[in-house]
T-cell receptor, first 113, second 114 residues
Framework: KNQVEQSPQSLIILEGKNCTLQCNYTVSPFSNLRWYKQDTGRGPVSLTIMTFSENTKSNGRYTATLDADTKQSSLHITASQLSDSASYICVVSAGGGSYIPTFGRGTSLIVHP | NAGVTQTPKFQVLKTGQSMTLQCAQDMNHEYMSWYRQDPGMGLRLIHYSVGAGITDQGEVPNGYNVSRSTTEDFPLRLLSAAPSQTSVYFC?????????????FGPGTRLLVL
């Protein structure tokens, strides 16, 4: 069964600090991995998309990495801001004609002033 | 562009009632999909469509119907609501389902079934 596990479940950091969120997956065959940011009460917003051949992708202060061999990804947030407080969701899609993505449960990040 | 819009924002139903959740996009996207988000779980795909007139089942399709008569609209119908369908429903769209396409989500519809 395809699975996506995210850690930690929740994280509290001080404004200005860096943090790294983890995503491990067992989806096969692999097509792409996405990171989303979801603010409370809103829909997810795409941060990065990586395919098999990409091992890093940046979007401003967000940098995602992918190790397709170990089936791990990380999302690094640099110089955190209060507006980074949100849930961060890792999503992995399989290839081979499957249109059903597998979502992780998300990491809840709280940035304190 | 308004992006992906969903109505209503919030709805309360009684068990057995039916209703339609509306979803529309103005980006000329071919691929549209419906998800549900429950506490402590990842989003799960209910139904999806790769273009007008074409729909298919996702991971959790039971109790839901969809149709896609136009490119812009993708309504989700609950035939006979059950408490287990209490959830937050998100509609999403993208130009295609290719690996690099960005998917855009709507603001969600919060449904409570009593």
């Amino acid at each position: 069964k395809n699975q996506v596990e995210q850690s930690p479940q929740s994280l509290i950091i001080l404004e200005g600090k860096n943090c790294t969120l983890q995503c491990n997956y067992t989806v096969s065959p692999f097509s792409n991995l996405r990171w989303y940011k979801q603010d409370t009460g809103r829909g997810p917003v795409s941060l990065t998309i990586m395919t098999f051949s990409e091992n890093t992708k940046s979007n401003g202060r967000y940098t995602a990495t992918l190790d397709a061999d170990t089936k791990q990804s990380s999302l690094h947030i640099t110089a955190s801001q209060l507006s980074d407080s949100a849930s961060y969701i890792c999503v992995v899609s399989a290839g081979g004609g499957s249109y059903i993505p597998t979502f992780g449960r998300g990491t809840s990040l709280i940035v304190h002033p | 562009n308004a992006g992906v819009t969903q109505t209503p924002k919030f709805q309360v139903l009684k068990t057995g009632q039916s209703m339609t959740l509306q979803c529309a996009q103005d980006m000329n996207h071919e691929y549209m999909s419906w998800y549900r988000q429950d506490p402590g779980m990842g989003l799960r795909l209910i139904h999806y469509s790769v273009g007008a007139g074409i729909t298919d089942q996702g991971e959790v399709p039971n109790g839901y119907n969809v149709s896609r008569s136009t490119t812009e609209d993708f309504p989700l119908r609950l035939l006979s609501a059950a408490p287990s369908q209490t959830s937050v429903y998100f509609c999403a769209s993208s130009y295609s389902n290719r690996a690099k396409e960005t998917q855009y989500f709507g603001p969600g519809t919060r449904l409570l079934v009593l």
